[in-house]
């Protein structure tokens, strides 16, 4: 467990994120800014950017590295982990898979995931659905297993589970020559459907078959807000945020595209400001 409690716990470095650390840093607070992927790179890959005031024309990865270099040159903790929990209390509780973090309040700037939760995924999380192969694998040991990947993390977990358990479908959602270290791990070249089962996982579907499998862990470059904080009000897929970018977990904020659209720069780096400004109001009133 880190030794220190976080005045403010900012989840995801895109534009909004990083609003929020360098506002929170001017205001002389302890920031963890946390950050598993490559600083937005659904905006990094944007050939040019012709809304964002002041800066016409600017190429995507231009503007996020100009953002990225001002935001942590005011010197907030930048910890590369993904969490994967967020349990509120005195203080909040941030696990990672292999850390833990403490923090007073919390900014969500998850961004929104490009793939939506399966039927049947929500209902059966913490019952089979898994998001960690780190935190939770030796649940499934000696169990058969489905790992679906949309991004490269998802090969890691394959492998750690592939030592583990008996066979591993790795199903992976996006271009790769990923090679198995492990005879046990099985890839398939397939479109997953639905999670199956009542009161825990028996299986999963695919458009090439349905697969019987205990446990089915889902790598996305966004988890589903829900997931992370299981408390957390919802408006359809988005975080459902009042005109302070507060939710409805007292201490926990939420800014940029996790909280709907418009998906503009603009609007996220307002909302990471005025999520962070009251965050520190929040923590003044703990006082």
């Not at 993904?82 to 909040?92: I, L, M, Q």
């Not at 509780?93 to 309040?105: D, F, R």
Request: hydrophobic residues 40%; negative net charge.
């Amino acid at each position: 467990m880190a030794d220190q409690i976080f005045d403010v716990a900012i989840i995801g470095a895109g534009p909004a994120g990083l609003s929020a650390a360098l506002t929170a840093r001017v205001r002389n607070k302890n920031v963890a800014l946390f950050e598993h992927m490559d600083f937005s790179p659904k905006l990094q890959k944007a050939h040019a950017i012709n809304n964002y005031p002041g800066l016409p024309a600017t190429p995507g990865k231009d503007l996020m590295k100009q953002f990225v270099d001002h935001a942590l040159a005011a010197g907030p903790t930048l910890i590369k982990e993904k969490v994967t929990n967020v349990f509120a209390g005195d203080t909040f509780t941030l696990l990672t898979p292999n850390n833990t973090y403490e923090a007073k309040t919390v900014v969500l700037a998850i961004g929104v995931s490009n793939s939506a939760m399966l039927n049947g995924e929500k209902d059966l999380v913490g019952k089979g659905v898994c998001y960690c192969a780190t935190c939770d694998g030796m649940l499934y040991r000696d169990k058969p297993v489905a790992v679906i990947a949309y991004t490269e993390e998802g090969e890691h977990d394959a492998d750690f589970l592939g030592e583990i358990c008996p066979v591993v479908y790795f199903i992976p959602q996006y271009k790769t020559e990923y090679q198995p270290k492990h005879p046990t791990i099985q890839v398939l070249k397939a479109r997953p459907q639905a999670v199956l089962g009542t009161d825990e996982v028996t299986g999963l579907t695919t458009d090439a078959g349905e697969l019987k499998v205990d446990g089915i862990f889902i790598l996305r470059q966004s988890d589903p807000a829900e997931t992370l904080l299981p408390e957390l009000a919802m408006d359809g897929p988005f975080v459902k945020v009042n005109r302070d970018q507060a939710t409805n977990v007292p201490g926990v904020y939420a800014a940029g595209d996790c909280t709907g659209k418009p998906w503009q720069i603009a609007r996220a780096i307002g909302e990471g400001l005025t999520a962070v400004l009251n965050a520190i109001g929040y923590i003044d009133s703990k006082k």
